[in-house]
């Protein structure tokens, strides 16, 4: 009798009983319903739903409804401890969507997980009871509104109702939560995989005796960690292409392309003219050491990494970095007539801003007209040099070189220019004739014939530099006699030299641009691509 004077088992609301069932029936109606089930995709219908989920809780304590055990939360995850940090209700939006939506597959870095059946069979139940208190509360509102034809739910409907739909959320909370847990894990074995085989790496390379160590077991280890970088990108760089075929021959070659690099300077060869191939090769170097830096560092804060592993930004940062620099390598430094090439290139370029000197203004600002100019570099320097380029430019526009094969044997086919870069190719040799012998004789004769082919190129490039407006100053130093012929051939050839880069630069964009941008990152010494801004970076998840 005591406590049903109290009102703890009383039939009858108390005041502050009634006004919580009232704001909380008042709140469902606002609830935005799509199909019969509620919507929380869009914004209002997700605050709509929170609002409601924190009246929910606010009645149970009103009617002083003891929660249902939630114990097993200590044994979440320390994200999900964040989440839920004690034993009180704590309804939240995400739970309830998954009982609605009730996927039994969901898709996690490409692959498929399921849940249980179990799991299922409690969200349909918490949605059962759920439906059961939307009923009482459509009750409750039309009670309101026709007082005389409808009768309200009473005090122990309501209660058996909410302690039963409690029940239900805490049974499918745990189950889902712990099965959510061990998918996130499963998940993220990709990583976890990288960071053993990076472990074992450095053991193998702390036993080695000397500093290059190669052993068989060190190679082994190395490829697969490579591997599960590849891997890892496929799944997690959604702002490049994802490549997973790129793989530790690039790292090899890499490094062998720095050792040569180290003998050449030895040999007293110039360092400009092989500072493209070590910017390249120390690019792949650097973007692996910076992955394994990444794998060390992680591997002390794995339950910080999304399980969604495209959504962590330091992870997909050192892939961007990774794939950029490899995939370049695997185009160029792996091919030795490219790379010799863009070495040429680079070399020749860094000379021009010797001879003109605004073009180093141009580099550095990354003015629009240097990418105007490289193309026309790049097509004098092939004319000066064809066998030197032609691998370049043919892998560029295929369809103007022919490949003859006289000997029926693959590796000694020939690679010719078409007709039309032919009448480009005779263009610069009579311009180049013409510039040859407009040099005006000095003090102390006829200049030599290589001194006469140095001036001539010279001429060339401070045109392609000072454009059609300081022509006439490229030209004043020409032999009075002879300058209007020689400036009639060199206009005409760079007409021409309009024309072909015009098609070099759109035949295959994608290709050109890589190319450039590995000009003016040798140019500038600057790094041309976002993804290399991870190195040296503050460590992030």
């Not at 009180?88 to 498929?112: C, F, P, T």
Request: with cysteine; charged share 30%; glycine share 4%.
């Amino acid at each position: 009798m005591l406590r049903k004077l109290l009102g703890k088992d009383s039939d009858y609301l108390s005041a502050a009983e009634e006004v919580a069932i009232e704001r909380l029936a008042a709140m469902h109606r606002r609830l935005i319903t799509d199909g019969g089930r509620v919507n929380t995709k869009s914004e209002a219908g997700y605050q709509a739903c929170a609002m409601f989920l924190d009246g929910l809780e606010a009645t149970a304590r009103a009617m002083r409804l003891d929660p249902a055990p939630r114990a097993y939360r200590v044994a979440f995850t320390i994200n999900y401890r964040a989440l839920f940090p004690d034993e009180a209700r704590n309804y939240r939006v995400d739970v309830l969507e998954a009982s609605v939506e009730q996927y039994a597959v969901i898709w996690v870095n490409g692959d498929k997980f399921e849940f249980s059946a179990e799991a299922m069979r409690r969200a349909e139940a918490l949605q059962r009871t759920w439906s059961e208190m939307a009923q009482l509360l459509e009750r409750w509102n039309q009670a309101a509104e026709q007082r005389r034809t409808a009768s309200r739910p009473s005090r122990n409907e309501l209660r058996g109702t909410l302690v039963a739909l409690d029940w239900a959320w805490a049974s499918f909370e745990h189950k889902y939560i712990v099965e959510l847990i061990e998918i996130e894990e499963k998940a993220r074995r990709l990583i976890v995989q990288a960071i053993e085989h990076e472990r074992c790496l450095q053991l193998l390379q702390g036993q080695a005796a000397d500093a290059t160590p190669a052993t068989h077991d060190f190679k082994e280890e190395r490829k697969r960690l490579v591997q599960c970088i590849a891997r890892l990108n496929s799944v997690a760089n959604f702002r490049r292409k994802g490549r997973d075929d790129l793989g530790v021959d690039v790292l090899d070659d890499a490094t062998m392309a720095l050792r040569r690099c180290d003998e050449a300077e030895d040999g007293g060869e110039s360092s400009e003219a092989i500072s493209a191939a070590r910017i390249l090769a120390t690019d792949v170097i650097e973007s692996f050491v910076s992955m394994c830096d990444y794998l060390k560092e992680v591997e002390r804060c794995l339950e910080r990494v999304d399980p969604h592993l495209c959504n962590n930004a330091g992870l997909v940062s050192r892939l961007v970095d990774w794939e950029e620099s490899w995939e370049v390598a695997s185009r160029y430094v792996q091919h030795e007539k490219l790379l010799s090439a863009v070495c040429d290139l680079v070399a020749e370029l860094r000379a021009a801003q010797r001879v003109a000197p605004a073009m180093s203004n141009m580099v550095e600002e990354c003015d629009v007209e240097v990418f105007m100019m490289i193309p026309r570099i790049v097509w004098l320097r092939f004319a000066a040099a064809p066998s030197k380029h032609m691998a370049l430019l043919h892998s560029m526009l295929p369809h103007r070189f022919l490949e003859t094969d006289s000997s029926g044997n693959d590796a000694e086919k020939q690679v010719q220019v078409d007709v039309e870069l032919t009448v480009f190719l005779d263009k610069f040799k009579h311009a180049k004739e013409l510039l040859v012998g407009a040099q005006p004789v000095g003090a102390v004769g006829v200049p030599s014939a290589a001194a006469a082919e140095t001036a001539a190129w010279e001429i060339l490039v401070r045109r392609v530099v000072a454009g059609a407006e300081g022509r006439e100053e490229v030209y004043a130093r020409l032999a009075p006699s002879m300058r209007e012929g020689a400036q009639a051939a060199v206009e005409d050839l760079m007409l021409e030299c309009e024309k072909w880069s015009i098609e070099l630069a759109r035949h295959c964009p994608e290709d050109w641009n890589q190319c450039t941008s590995i000009l003016m990152r040798c140019l500038s010494g600057r790094s041309s691509g976002e993804g290399s801004k991870a190195r040296g970076q503050a460590f992030r998840v």
